[in-house]
């Protein structure tokens, strides 16, 4: 049987790819706007704020799709702000039923202001720290983590690896880089992925998105990611016959052999043109073909989504009842960049019963 959105909200979900700053919720945005005077598009109240994203996103034009982020990183330039947001992506995340997530984003786009690199990720890791408490007090226990990201357009990598590195023991889970992949190359950053696999640090690399196969290749064998973000283009070197049979390329099958995660973001995909819709993403088939696929957000605000709402269309398109939904699970769990002790413990001791209790209802 399928499972009901209510059944699908209440599940233990975990999540691997969601920016913090595409997940601001509109009345903040006002808010802090109002307090540094910055002009946005619509001002006369949250939810019109709201739909102004959700149709800017949905455009089909990729300048407006980035003029949304213009919005949410100018009212992230201060400390108290970072944390406000920080804090409100916990509280949100936890009340969609999620008990893992790791959330990235790019220090260097929140200096213009004056604070310091180190100090972006401490007001980060203090709104976290903060709304982890609050989830907790309500009774929703969450673990957060930070994944620093560096643009790939620019030449700052090394300096955020280095600052990953530094703040690695303190909530920072890992590195990324993120940005137009056409004509910006992961391998214009090896220099960062060299310096974080000497310091046994894990990554995950934006690729196969906008850009196809080689992006994948060269993030995966140039630079060694552990995880793919999106990755959805994988699906360039899988060959579908007329006979129903299916034939996976070289990539295709070291990705699969290799079990390399694929932070899947399906109602994103659908926004930037990478699939037709969520009834023909390549997720349906990479699953059947247990790749090992995860499910994620990406950014909340733009594409109006949760992990629920990801997770409901998945079950509308495909009808995946919960035992699918569990392995999804798993498998972003089982992906994360935490130590194996404790995602064995979130695994055994959250997801698993979690479901198994729905599953026996």
């Not at 509308?316 to 002790?341: C, H, Q, V």
Request: aromatic share 6%; proline share 4%; net charge negative.
């Amino acid at each position: 049987m399928e499972p009901t959105r209510e059944q699908v909200r209440s599940a233990p979900k975990v999540l691997l790819h969601d920016h913090l700053d595409g997940g601001l919720r509109p009345a903040t945005i006002l808010e802090l706007s109002r307090e540094i005077g910055h002009v946005l598009p619509v001002d006369t109240s949250a939810e019109a704020l709201g739909d102004w994203f959700a149709a800017a996103a949905d455009s089909g034009s990729l300048e407006r799709y980035l003029e949304t982020f213009d919005h949410t990183v100018a009212v992230m330039q201060n400390g108290p702000a970072i944390a406000r947001v920080a804090r409100e992506c916990v509280e949100d995340l936890a009340a969609d039923g999620v008990v893992y997530a790791e959330v990235r984003y790019a220090p260097e786009q929140h200096v213009e202001q004056g604070l310091t690199l180190d100090e972006v990720v401490a007001a980060v890791q203090e709104g976290f720290d903060a709304g982890v408490a609050a989830a907790t007090a309500a009774g929703r226990p969450i673990v957060v983590r930070q994944l620093l990201t560096a643009m790939r357009h620019q030449a700052r990598s090394m300096e955020i690896a280095e600052l990953a590195i530094a703040w690695r023991d303190r909530g920072v889970a890992g590195f990324d880089i993120a940005g137009a992949e056409a004509g910006y190359p992961p391998t214009r950053h090896l220099d960062a992925f060299e310096y974080l696999q000497r310091e046994n640090s894990h990554f995950t690399i934006h690729a196969g998105e906008a850009f196809g196969l080689p992006s994948i290749w060269q993030a995966i064998q140039w630079c060694g990611a552990d995880r793919l973000g999106h990755g959805v283009r994988i699906i360039d070197d899988i060959t579908v016959h007329e006979d129903g049979s299916v034939e996976l390329g070289g990539l295709a099958s070291y990705v699969r052999d290799q079990r390399i995660p694929l932070e899947m973001c399906p109602a994103s995909n659908v926004q930037t043109g990478a699939a037709a819709s969520i009834a023909e993403h390549p997720i349906g088939l990479l699953t059947e073909l247990r790749f090992r696929v995860t499910v994620n957000t990406d950014n909340r605000l733009m594409s109006r989504t949760s992990m629920t709402s990801e997770m409901a269309a998945l079950v509308e398109a495909f009808g995946y009842g919960l035992a699918d939904l569990r392995w999804f699970t798993i498998n972003a769990m089982k992906s994360a960049f935490l130590p194996f002790d404790e995602r064995l413990a979130i695994i055994d001791g959250v997801i698993k019963p979690g479901y198994a209790a729905l599953i026996d209802a």
